[in-house]
């Protein structure tokens, strides 16, 4: 068992997860493991090919639960309007909203398709402690960047991506850095940036605040300024 646990990732069981304090600890808990599992790699080897089909399944699963979100609400607006006497179907009078279904049907062919190279062999063992009997899902893959990808890959298919109606999957915890593009986990609902340096800059670098800036040079800064200068020349005229 040891040498088994040494040449392949094992996946994390979801219920060894800790009780959490708040959601915010509970959110915490799963920013490091996606750190762990997947961030940590895909900032130390960006270009290559293991790490980018894992971006790329990253960025099909959150764009996919975008249109299911956006599809379940359409979808319950249509329900609870249309009259059962009148044969219609869901989105047969809305070009967009068939848009949105062929996009969601693209989103999960292609990620039907790209999950089917990953192979794992389920395993069973008591967990430290005898606290639980707990399975694990072995890679058989030899390399260490193949052992890396099915493990990243598991824990975003078993851990990440279960939303329930109008209630959104936690992949969409996952988003890109508006100001430098990095993946981040969000830990609020309107968290867009991965660390607060990127969001200084990134307001920095708006209209407004230029505007705001601009303002506080013409009405406040450069007056005192003025004001300072013209203290100094008077203190230098007294001695």
Known sequence: MIRMKS?????RQINSAPPFESQRSERRFWADEAQD????RVKERPKSPCVQRVVRLLELMTAAEELRMEL??????FESTHNPAVPRAFG???SRLRGKVRELDDHLREMNKRIGRYRWRPFLRHYPGYTY???LYLSTRRSTDERWENAAVRWLLRHQIKGYGGLP???????RCRQCSAWFY????????????CRQRLYSDSPEFRAKRARYMRERYRPQEKEREQRATEGGKHA
């Not at 599992?37 to 940590?40: D, E, G, H, S, V």
Request: with cysteine; glycine share 0%.
């Open 133 to 135: 009997l707990e399975d």
């Open 72 to 77: 379940y609400q359409a979808h319950q607006d």
């Open 7 to 11: 040449q392949m990732r094992r996946l």
């Open 186 to 197: 969000a830990l609020t609902d309107h968290q867009r940036h991965c660390k607060l340096k």
């Open 92 to 94: 047969s009078d809305d």
């Open 37 to 40: 599992y997947i961030f940590a």
């Open 169 to 175: 999957a936690p992949i969409l915890r996952f988003r």
